[in-house]
């Protein structure tokens, strides 16, 4: 087997207080870190400046183009260093770092298969916004028909790199929040395996969201009648995976 060489892919837009620490679970886990600033201001850039001083790997975007882009652009950048793997963090702090080596353990496993985590909310998490989760994930389930992909939002994901990439050079797949869930779908419909990993998630009080509450539900709501047609395409392949897993 080819040697497996992991890193961890961070999109960043505007975390100042929270990417340090991030950063330091991450090299912790012996993992090189690619930061990808996507847009972020100057107090932002600054403390990533820092980082990259230390030594992590950045690259900016000088306009913000969505964490989907960004996500593109580091596993783009993960392929050039020549990087197998990547483990996709988010740069906001809420998941827990003890959660993240099953993932690597994973890998090791099953190299191809790509691992999602579930997230375990605790009592922070708003009612809204796990109301809004579950409604994604049924329809993830209906446009896969199949219950393989438990959490299509998770931010803590780690990806094949060369697999994903071809993935994203011939499916259209967007750029803004609908990227998480549509890369799953379209890895599944093209035959790609998951392993689903659980992931405790906390929501700091005063943490940063960029959660375009009308923009990002449009183009969710978008995505997923986009998909729901895309299901019906490949009804019979669907249906036929589906009954060889039972």
Request: with cysteine; aromatic share 8%; hydrophobic share 40%.
């Amino acid at each position: 087997m080819a040697e497996l060489r992991p890193c961890a892919i961070v999109p960043v837009y505007d975390h100042p207080t929270t990417i340090a620490d991030v950063c330091k679970h991450l090299e912790a886990l012996g993992l090189p870190v690619l930061l990808i600033d996507d847009g972020s201001g100057t107090e932002c850039r600054d403390e990533l400046g820092r980082l990259a001083s230390a030594g992590h790997h950045l690259v900016r975007h000088s306009l913000n183009r969505g964490k989907g882009a960004a996500v593109r652009t580091g596993l783009s950048e993960a392929a050039r260093l020549g990087y197998t793997h990547a483990l996709q963090v988010d740069a906001d702090g809420q998941h827990q770092p003890d959660d993240l080596p099953a993932f690597l353990a994973a890998m090791h496993e099953v190299p191809e298969r790509l691992a999602i985590g579930y997230a375990r909310y605790d009592d922070s998490v708003p009612r809204i916004r796990l109301y809004g989760r579950y409604a994604t994930h049924v329809w993830v389930w209906i446009n896969t028909l199949s219950l393989a992909i438990r959490d299509s939002m998770c931010g803590v994901r780690l990806y094949p790199v060369k697999a994903t990439n071809e993935l994203l050079r011939h499916q259209p797949i967007g750029d803004r929040m609908t990227f998480d869930t549509e890369v799953l779908v379209r890895w599944y419909w093209n035959g790609g395996q998951v392993t689903n990993l659980p992931v405790r998630v906390h929501y700091p009080r005063n943490g940063v969201s960029h959660y375009a509450p009308w923009r990002d539900n449009i183009q969710i709501s978008w995505m997923h009648t986009r998909l729901f047609f895309g299901m019906l395409r490949r009804l019979p392949r669907l249906l036929l995976r589906s009954g060889r897993s039972r």
